[in-house]
């Protein structure tokens, strides 16, 4: 009886999550509340922040259809050194807000990728003045608002791409250390938190831009690329795991940031004004959608696309916004835009991700 007693006493008491209705019934309504709000959810007591920060409520809120996207930066400020900035564009003040900032050991390092994963951002690789290319990783959880150290690539890089495909990272090519193949390519698996290292021959150090179209990798040589001057690109396809030279007709065009809208590839060209460019897959050609205005846009430029919204963003965090859809009915002229003011402390835009929660 004494036994029965003490070990009731030492059971933990079940507090729902709005007293007096089912949490199932509570989960439905607090799931609804806007992502802008989930600060201050996570506020009201232990039991709101586990539900907030957990993956039961993203996959809920995917499910429902009640998912926000929100976008976010990786910038180099006046000081050379590394920050984030995220925007939440359904604000009625759209502005950039600064978020923590990523560890001390990599404010100061160059070539460094930026990715997405579910919910939370990378931040991984990179190099310094006096440090070689490095395997460390970080990542930011958005629900719990903080940095944390992640399980390390198997190889050190820096300069390389990296893209997010098939629920998997991908750091690919780039400079490495001494004993690194820089033919190589890691992929990352959160499930079971490990990186492993691959290598393909078609595989080229040299990389300026990379982006994910009709699931496969594409990626865009740099000039000083050692492979044949016709071959403009390579494609990874995950079904074979091989890389394979890329159509060089889709590539031709592919001459500054890229962005995938509705499976349609946009590219900003940035060689002579601001003008957004895009790949017809029926007739096999690049058109000139349209022009931005030189009084908003301040080059060098980062794309991100929410829905068929694309966002410019250039130095200073200064953003300009349109409708695809809308300039592709209009083709040829200045596109009609909304902006956002730029930061006064913010130099460059390193790479830009969204983020569903």
Same mark, same amino acid.
Request: aromatic share 10%; hydrophobic share 35%; with cysteine.
């Given at each position: 009886? %004494? /036994?029965g007693?003490?070990?009731?006493?030492?059971?933990?008491?079940?507090?729902?999550?709005?007293s007096?209705?089912?949490d199932?019934?509570?989960l439905?309504?607090?799931?609804?509340?806007?992502?802008?709000?989930?600060?201050?959810?996570?506020? $009201?007591?232990?039991?709101?922040?586990?539900?907030?920060?957990?993956?039961?409520?993203?996959?809920?809120r995917?499910?429902?259809?009640?998912n %926000?996207?929100?976008?976010?930066?990786?910038?180099?400020?006046?000081?050379?050194?590394v920050?984030?900035?995220?925007?939440?564009?359904?604000?009625?003040q759209?502005?950039w807000?600064?978020?923590q900032?990523?560890p001390?050991?990599?404010?100061?390092?160059k070539?460094?990728?930026f990715?997405v994963?579910?919910?939370?951002?990378?931040?991984?690789?990179?190099?310094?003045?006096?440090?070689?290319?490095?395997?460390?990783?970080?990542?930011?959880?958005?629900?719990?608002?903080?940095w944390?150290?992640?399980?390390p690539?198997?190889?050190?890089?820096?300069?390389?791409?990296?893209?997010?495909?098939? +629920?998997?990272?991908?750091?690919?090519g780039?400079?490495?250390?001494?004993?690194?193949?820089?033919?190589?390519?890691?992929?990352?698996?959160?499930?079971t938190?490990?990186?492993?290292?691959?290598?393909?021959?078609?595989?080229?150090?040299?990389i300026?831009?990379?982006?994910?179209?009709?699931?496969?990798?594409?990626?865009?040589?740099?000039?000083?690329?050692?492979i044949p001057?016709? $071959?403009?690109?390579?494609?990874?396809?995950?079904?074979?795991?091989?890389?394979?030279?890329?159509?060089?007709?889709?590539?031709?065009?592919?001459?500054g940031?890229?962005?995938?809208?509705?499976?349609t590839?946009?590219?900003?060209?940035q +060689?002579?004004?601001?003008r957004?460019?895009?790949?017809?897959?029926?007739?096999?050609?690049? $058109?000139?959608?349209g022009?931005?205005?030189?009084?908003?846009?301040?080059?060098?430029?980062? /794309?991100?696309?929410?829905?068929?919204?694309?966002?410019?963003l250039?130095?200073?965090?200064?953003?300009?916004?349109?409708?695809?859809?809308?300039?592709?009915?209009?083709?040829?002229? $200045?596109?009609?835009?909304?902006?956002?003011?730029?930061?006064?402390?913010?130099?460059d835009? /390193? +790479?830009?991700?969204?983020l569903?929660?």
């Amino acid at each position: 009886m %004494e /036994l029965g007693e003490s070990e009731s006493q030492t059971e933990p008491t079940y507090t729902p999550l709005i007293s007096g209705i089912s949490d199932d019934i509570a989960l439905f309504c607090l799931a609804r509340v806007p992502r802008r709000y989930h600060t201050l959810l996570k506020c $009201v007591s232990k039991r709101w922040r586990e539900l907030v920060c957990s993956e039961e409520w993203c996959s809920y809120r995917q499910k429902h259809n009640l998912n %926000e996207t929100w976008i976010y930066a990786l910038c180099r400020d006046n000081f050379e050194r590394v920050c984030c900035y995220v925007l939440d564009p359904n604000s009625s003040q759209r502005c950039w807000k600064l978020l923590q900032r990523p560890p001390t050991q990599c404010l100061k390092r160059k070539g460094m990728a930026f990715e997405v994963l579910g919910r939370k951002l990378y931040l991984f690789g990179g190099c310094g003045w006096c440090e070689d290319a490095t395997d460390e990783v970080y990542c930011y959880d958005s629900s719990k608002g903080s940095w944390e150290e992640a399980s390390p690539l198997s190889t050190a890089r820096c300069y390389f791409a990296s893209e997010s495909l098939n +629920s998997k990272l991908y750091a690919i090519g780039g400079v490495g250390s001494n004993s690194s193949d820089p033919r190589s390519w890691d992929t990352y698996d959160p499930s079971t938190n490990i990186w492993t290292s691959h290598s393909d021959p078609n595989i080229v150090p040299d990389i300026e831009e990379s982006i994910v179209i009709d699931g496969k990798i594409y990626i865009r040589c740099g000039a000083s690329s050692t492979i044949p001057p016709h $071959v403009y690109s390579v494609v990874y396809e995950p079904s074979s795991g091989t890389w394979q030279h890329a159509d060089k007709d889709m590539m031709s065009g592919w001459c500054g940031p890229a962005i995938v809208v509705g499976g349609t590839l946009y590219v900003l060209d940035q +060689s002579s004004g601001t003008r957004l460019m895009m790949w017809r897959k029926e007739t096999r050609d690049w $058109v000139v959608v349209g022009r931005l205005s030189l009084l908003l846009t301040r080059p060098p430029c980062r /794309l991100a696309a929410i829905g068929t919204s694309i966002f410019v963003l250039g130095k200073g965090l200064s953003t300009v916004v349109f409708d695809a859809g809308k300039a592709v009915q209009n083709i040829g002229g $200045v596109m009609v835009s909304s902006s956002i003011p730029k930061l006064a402390y913010v130099d460059d835009v /390193l +790479s830009c991700k969204t983020l569903s929660i």
